[in-house]
């Protein structure tokens, strides 16, 4: 049977690649989308939905259709402070900022979503779609604020039932679709600490507390702990990232300082790691030193839910082959998508956009292939239509 949905979204696909370009060569770094939301808002007051502008300082929503249930669509809208080292027509032109990661993609083929299900106005009876263009996904302000935190502090998801969001991935086939039920990506904690001993002359250790033996004590217990704590049928990082110390070689310092990063999927896990971290660093005193070890809270894990993973499954069944449906997607990065799936059921997804070769995402030379975003529209729209259960 022809999808008719698939079939608007392929005559819509010209207009998602140059919405998508368009954004591409004008990058706005995180709170400073306001070109990007002046876009989005323009195209969505065109189709006649009622918009709110400045939710989570910089965010765009919109809902179209009434009463319940509702269903909420996110795309985030940030580019990355970085060069973008490509030659092509839509190569960015704000110098030291691209979209690295796909962002204007994300908010292209929602924009399509937009678009295809105001066409099918007439099929709405019950039921809402909310629409939620978010901004600075890739951090947080030096409140520790980023911007799914800004949008639930503005009560973006008062009154929505479920959320589904979905990111490009430059390394995946062009035209796949994947998704897992479960853990989808990893909950992410920063740690900052100092290891403080007493200096003295490198050459009359005895006379010092060498706080960088200490810290090489540290690092191995650090590493004990994903090796001998956690269970290994459990997903654990600690990476080190920065230490800093000392002024010459002959003079052993008093402090060495660093930071790190503390990776894990369930929340047991996660408060296990700040613990046992908070134990390597006590190895210090054992030394005659001392420590400071400040942990930063920061997304927690996506859980993706299963009735929305098994409901986004049928809908691909009718939008891609099935060699092109993967099971899968988990990595240990961090989204914060997972500030509103914590909060109600949620689920994401990939759509492969690779090109030959694949570009990494963040890398100057980041691109994807965007004659297939209009998959990603037509697993959007066709996704609402069912959990609203809409016949067209
Ligand atoms: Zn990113
Ligand atoms: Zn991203």
Request: hydrophobic letters at 40%.
């Amino acid at each position: 049977m022809p999808n008719l949905v698939l079939e608007k979204c392929k005559e819509l696909s010209e207009q998602i690649i140059q919405w998508r370009r368009n954004i591409h060569s004008n990058p706005e770094l995180g709170f400073q989308e306001t070109e990007t939301a002046n876009l989005i808002v323009s195209v969505l007051t065109q189709l006649g939905l009622e918009v709110q502008t400045k939710i989570g300082r910089t965010g765009v929503t919109a809902t179209f259709g009434n009463g319940k249930p509702c269903i909420a669509l996110r795309a985030d809208m940030d580019a990355l402070p970085l060069v973008d080292g490509k030659k092509v027509s839509y190569a960015s032109q704000n110098p030291g900022i691209s979209h690295a990661c796909g962002h204007d993609a994300h908010v292209a083929m929602l924009l399509g979503t937009a678009t295809i299900l105001k066409g099918f106005d007439k099929y709405f009876k019950t039921g809402t779609v909310k629409y939620i263009f978010q901004p600075f996904e890739e951090g947080q302000d030096d409140d520790g604020v980023g911007g799914a935190d800004a949008m639930m502090k503005d009560g973006v998801l008062e009154g929505v039932d479920a959320i589904i969001s979905q990111h490009v991935h430059s390394e995946l086939k062009a035209g796949t679709f994947q998704i897992k039920p479960g853990y989808f990506s990893a909950a992410v904690d920063t740690f900052y600490a100092k290891i403080y001993g007493k200096g003295a002359h490198g050459a009359y250790p005895h006379n010092s507390v060498d706080p960088t033996f200490i810290t090489a004590q540290v690092i191995n217990t650090i590493q004990g702990i994903i090796s001998r704590r956690i269970d290994p049928l459990e997903p654990a990082v600690i990476s080190i990232g920065e230490i800093s110390g000392g002024t010459a070689p002959n003079i052993i310092p008093e402090v060495i300082a660093l930071s790190g990063t503390i990776r894990s999927l369930s929340s047991k896990v996660r408060k296990q790691l700040h613990e046992d971290l908070e134990s390597a660093f006590q190895i210090s005193q054992a030394f005659k030193g001392n420590y400071e070890l400040k942990i930063i809270q920061g997304y927690p894990s996506i859980n993706n839910d299963l009735d929305l993973v098994k409901l986004l499954q049928e809908v691909a069944k009718n939008i891609f082959p099935p060699e092109d449906i993967l099971l899968g997607g988990l990595g240990m990065g961090a989204e914060d998508f997972a500030v509103y799936s914590e909060s109600i059921p949620g689920a994401m997804f990939y759509l492969g956009t690779a090109l030959t070769p694949p570009r990494v995402h963040h890398s100057p030379n980041f691109d994807i292939d965007d004659s297939v975003l209009y998959l990603g529209t037509a697993i959007m729209a066709e996704t609402v239509l069912r959990y609203l259960n809409i016949q067209i």
